[in-house]
């Protein structure tokens, strides 16, 4: 099993900043994606980022240029700093990796954390 434990949620002010953080924990052999997703209440769950073990980054057009994605492979954690925040920015946000476990050997999963609610409201 892999364990997800999210961090830095809460209210801000439009124009505001955030950082999320995400520590990933479990016998898991290594992490191939990391990243994020928010689920805005009446709407589905949408990609915000994610980045790959080799640092290559993918955004949703809504947020480019103005969240950015890293991960310390060191420490299994996941951020995402979130500057320019706008009220359509509000959302639940879920931690997301699919890494590649010890047991069963070498098969890949999906986890995703419990999620951390961001405001940006003035």
């Known amino acids: 099993q892999v364990q997800l434990v999210e961090s830095g949620g809460g209210l801000v002010q439009p124009g505001g900043s955030l950082r999320l953080s995400c520590v990933t924990s479990g016998n898991f052999l290594r992490i191939n994606i990391m990243g994020w997703y928010r689920q805005a209440p009446g709407k589905q769950r949408e990609l915000v980022a994610t980045i790959t073990s080799g640092g290559t980054t993918n955004y949703a057009d809504s947020v480019k240029g103005r969240f950015t994605v890293s991960r310390d492979n060191a420490k299994n954690t996941v951020y995402i700093q979130m500057t320019s925040l706008e009220p359509e920015d509000t959302a639940v946000y879920f931690c997301?990796?699919?890494?590649?476990?010890?047991?069963?050997?070498?098969?890949?999963?999906?986890?995703w954390g419990q999620g951390t609610q961001v405001t940006v409201s003035s």
């Open positions: 997301y990796v699919k890494a590649v476990m010890i047991i069963p050997w070498r098969k890949e999963y999906e986890y």
